[in-house]
């Protein structure tokens, strides 16, 4: 669906992407995992059409951001708000839907419903709360039918609630039209549902394939052993990979299988365990250096 | 279609504004509560041979308070575009499918309209004002006329600020650029000093301009009946004398008509400088 090839974008003498190749296909969703600054929303705006490159190719099924329907077939959810507070949200999406040649009201309605915004039309945009608000734009930024939806950094700052109404419905839609999504986030559990993940550190994608390669490379798991005395935290500080905290030692494991066979041996000298899959987070300092925030 | 709810938005944020709308207003009003507070009466003495003098002095007033609104209030509407730049409102209105210069062009018409309408208000206000204060009589059949003129107006205004605010990226700019404009728009449409009382040197810059273009034709429509019965039985020269005192001949145009033709072609000039403009920056990017 998407192809990007060398993509490159420099403001001044600061280079914000740095020949960046994407290639997403249809229904996936993708998501761009970076600090502020590594370049992810530079990237959107130039796969949007907002920003022009430096150099690179972008083919949106064979259009590319100079051709006159390159927008048509997407949808995009800004980091900030940008509807027009003074406005009610009714008028806000009326005005929008106005604006493309194949809007079609029914499906406004069922979007309506589906984001629970009926009870909040009357409103003005700008009285909403944060997640009121993101739950408006997302509507927005649906009402053309989009086969390709960008969202910019869409949690950020909304409680776990909104967060989840937002996550249903876009899944719903990504079943029921195919929707391809392509997302900045911060937040790893965003990036854990994800298809495909980029990492992008300083304008370059530092990594780039699915959740579990990445995990499988780059996040140990660990096992965490709870010790009854300090003999046993000397025995066990001898493996390899290991780090002691009090009566806790934490040992990096590759599989299941070694952390069993692991308990198996010292199951008389311990007297709990825990065993934690290696997140996002340990792929984003292996990667990077720093802990995302 | 897209066109119309594009300018249908412009239209309903500024009108839903009050504050802006009264602030628009008052940029416009305050050369009456000068004039009332501080320069009618002066003015007025020298006005004392005239029969019903204070009757033309408020038609004059009200003319020039009209041309200074149609400045002020297209800028102040005008001012909507780089609000929507800045907050990147643009960006969203630029992934539906409407391109930059339909958007561009609902600006200028939301402006137009917004200019024509401030300025109808203007009059209105005015008018009941002077009729309270000066007994002012109101003449319903000049409506068109003045309709026309200020449709004029606000076409030409429109077309200037449009021309300087593409000059402008940035909100805090505003503040700053509306008081300069403001400012001097009373002294170009000569509503604190009448554009015969000028020195020459100044007279002749504002002559470059379309603002005492603007004032002298809605004054003309205003003033001409109240003119006839004024002068009726004084000396032609005397009257001539006045007209071009109060900037109601300016460069020998007599009638509104001459004022309309030299506002058009501001239009026509603004025009092309606004494409010309535009056609550059597009190149320079």
């Known amino acids: 669906m998407l192809e990007v090839n060398g993509l490159t974008k420099r403001f001044k003498n600061k280079i914000a992407v740095d020949h960046i190749d994407l290639q997403i296909n249809d229904g996936q969703l993708v998501a761009f995992l970076g600090h502020n600054g590594a370049g992810k929303s530079t990237t959107i705006n130039m796969l949007i059409g907002l920003l022009k490159p430096d150099a690179g190719e972008i083919q949106l099924n064979g259009l590319t951001p100079n051709d006159k329907n390159y927008n048509d077939s997407l949808g995009v959810v800004f980091q900030n708000s940008v509807l027009d507070k003074s406005l009610s949200v009714e008028d806000n999406l009326k005005i929008a839907g106005r604006l493309y040649k194949n809007f079609d009201a029914d499906f406004q309605k069922d979007l309506l419903d589906k984001l629970e915004i009926k009870s909040i039309q009357k409103q003005k945009y700008g009285s909403l709360s944060g997640g009121q608000r993101r739950r408006v734009d997302i509507a927005r930024a649906l009402l053309s039918k989009p086969k390709l939806l960008f969202l910019d950094e869409p949690s950020t700052g909304l409680d776990i609630q909104t967060r989840n109404k937002i996550w249903e419905v876009l899944n719903e839609l990504r079943h029921e039209m195919g929707l391809t999504i392509i997302l900045t986030t911060h937040y790893l559990e965003e990036a854990d549902q994800s298809d495909w993940v980029y990492v992008l550190d300083k304008g370059k994608i530092v990594a780039s394939d699915t959740v579990d390669n990445l995990k499988a490379r780059y996040a140990q798991n660990t096992l965490i052993l709870y010790a009854n005395d300090l003999s046993t935290v000397d025995k066990l500080s001898m493996l390899d990979d290991v780090k002691v905290l009090h009566n806790k030692v934490l040992l990096k494991v590759n599989s299941y299988q070694e952390a069993i066979s692991i308990i198996e041996e010292y199951k008389n000298d311990i007297s709990d365990f825990e065993y934690i899959h290696g997140s996002m987070d340990d792929i984003f300092i292996a990667l990077t250096g720093k802990e995302i925030k | ?138 003449n319903f059949a000049i409506s068109g006329q003045l309709l026309g003129a200020m449709l004029i107006g606000s076409v030409v205004w429109t077309l200037f600020n449009m021309i300087i605010l593409m000059f402008v990226k940035k909100a805090s700019v ?34 470059y301009t379309p603002a005492p273009y603007d004032a002298s034709l809605v004054r003309n429509i205003l003033m001409n009946s109240q003119i006839k019965t004024s002068f009726q039985h004084v000396d032609s020269h005397v009257l001539s004398n006045f007209k071009s005192t109060m900037g109601l001949v300016i460069n020998g145009f007599e009638k509104s008509i001459g004022d309309a033709w030299v506002c058009v072609s501001f239009i026509g000039v603004f025009l092309i400088a606004f494409v010309m403009l535009t056609r550059f920056r597009k190149n320079a990017k």
């Open chain 2, 1 to 138: 279609m897209i066109l119309a709810s594009l300018i249908n938005r412009n239209l309903k944020l500024y009108f839903s504004d009050r504050k802006r709308i009264i602030f628009s207003l008052m940029g416009a009003l305050i050369s009456v509560v000068l004039y009332v507070v501080f320069l009618k009466n002066n003015i007025q003495k020298g006005w004392t041979g005239i029969d019903d003098g204070v009757k033309l002095l408020d038609y004059w007033l009200i003319g020039g308070t009209i041309a200074i609104a149609a400045i002020t209030t297209t800028g102040d509407a005008l001012h909507q575009r780089i609000y929507d730049i800045e907050s990147k409102r643009m960006d969203d209105l630029m992934m539906t499918n409407a391109n930059k210069s339909v958007i561009d062009m609902s600006y200028v018409i939301s402006a137009t309209l917004i200019g024509l309408m401030m300025q109808v208000i203007v009059y209105v206000i005015l008018s009941v004002l002077f009729m309270l204060m000066d007994q002012l009589p109101f």
């Open chain 2, 174 to 207: 505003i503040p700053s650029l509306n008081a300069i404009i403001s400012s001097s728009a009373g002294f170009f449409a000569g509503v604190y000093m009448p554009l015969g009382l000028l020195p020459s040197g100044a007279s002749k810059i504002l002559k």
